[in-house]
């Protein structure tokens, strides 16, 4: 394995000749966001490579995240005799601090967040606690546990007080997947059954979140600094998998056509959720401004959908900054 030597190695602006490293552009993994993060890493290596950087990739297989798992990946990160590792991979092993770890152990740098900021990040609810205590505004909810699982249809007493507490509809979530995955609008009690069961497929702790009517937007932050929003406007009901990743039932406004005063307040709600997290360099921020022009956080996501028509990469390239741009500033920040 090769140790980084930042004498010697530095360009016209102080920072390390990346050109002179060998990248290794993770991707794939055991999550449920795994076909994402291999479109992501594909479109990030093929930047790299655009930009003359030495990369190679490395799909991370689709197993079970056990000690043994970890080892193998360990040993074939180790084969590729990287210098820093790009990280494109999203959800679990790759987003919640594991892969992070393990790379720390090896002495590779790599990019995007730390372990603890990772952790958090992935965590809907430990998240939240960190944004409250920071007063930053987040939606009402309760927290299902699967210890505490709720009983079978019919409806019980003890689900009608999410409906009595937060009114209806509600949106039930798993804790830690991203890309609305195991997300459910509940419009009824007798639907909250299914929907509570789909997320728990997914996560041990379930959010069951009161609906927020407004506009969906996202703050993404680039070089600790806040982009352009982006707004979502889904054809669906809201911004599900199936909105996030078909073409032509989405439609994105950016820049946002939010009040000047109204878009900064936005931005630094965002920025400020990204420093109370920890998040390094880049991540975005999913929020919802109400109809009351209120704007509440949903969630911080570390490592962002990366490829070319994905939100961050779209608000970049609002401020300017194209893809290739991106992924070289992107790699560059690992070795801040």
């Not at 506009?215 to 929003?229: F, H, M, S």
């Not at 490829?307 to 992107?330: H, R, V």
């Amino acid at each position: 394995m090769r140790t980084v030597h930042l004498r010697g190695d530095l360009g016209k602006a102080g920072k390390v000749n990346v050109k002179q490293k060998r990248i290794g552009v993770l991707m794939g993994g055991p999550s449920a966001e795994r076909d994402i993060s291999i479109k992501s890493g594909k479109a990030v290596f093929r930047a790299l490579k655009k930009n003359k950087i030495n990369a190679v990739s490395y799909e991370l297989a689709m197993s079970p995240n056990t000690n043994g798992y970890k080892q193998a990946v360990k040993e074939k990160i180790g084969a590729l005799d990287i210098d820093i590792a790009f990280i494109a991979l999203h959800g679990e092993f790759g987003e919640d601090g594991t892969i992070q770890k393990i790379l720390e152990d090896m002495k590779i740098p790599y990019t995007g967040s730390k372990v603890r900021a990772s952790k958090l990040g992935i965590d809907k609810i430990d998240s939240r606690e960190i944004f409250e205590k920071n007063n930053i505004p987040v939606p009402r909810y309760n927290v299902v546990v699967r210890s505490e699982a709720l009983a079978e249809e019919p409806v019980s007493d003890n689900i009608k007080i999410f409906f009595e507490d937060l009114g209806m509809p509600v949106v039930v979530k798993p804790s830690k997947e991203g890309s609305s995955i195991g997300l459910s609008m509940v419009d009824s009690e007798n639907s909250f059954y299914d929907a509570v069961s789909k997320a728990f497929k997914y996560s041990d702790r379930v959010i069951i979140e009161e609906y927020i009517h407004g506009r969906e937007i996202t703050v993404g932050i680039l070089e600790d600094k806040a982009l352009p929003i982006v707004e979502i406007v889904p054809r669906n009901r809201f911004f599900d998998f199936e909105a996030k990743y078909n073409k032509g039932i989405t439609d994105y406004h950016v820049p946002a056509e939010i009040d000047k005063e109204k878009c900064r307040e936005c931005q630094e709600m965002a920025l400020l959720a990204h420093k109370v997290i920890g998040a390094r360099f880049f991540s975005r921020v999913d929020m919802i401004l109400s109809k009351s022009d209120i704007p509440y956080v949903l969630e911080l996501n570390t490592i962002p959908g990366l490829t070319e028509t994905s939100l961050l990469p779209m608000a970049a390239s609002e401020a300017g900054i194209d893809f290739n741009q991106l992924a070289l500033k992107i790699l560059e920040s690992a070795l801040w």
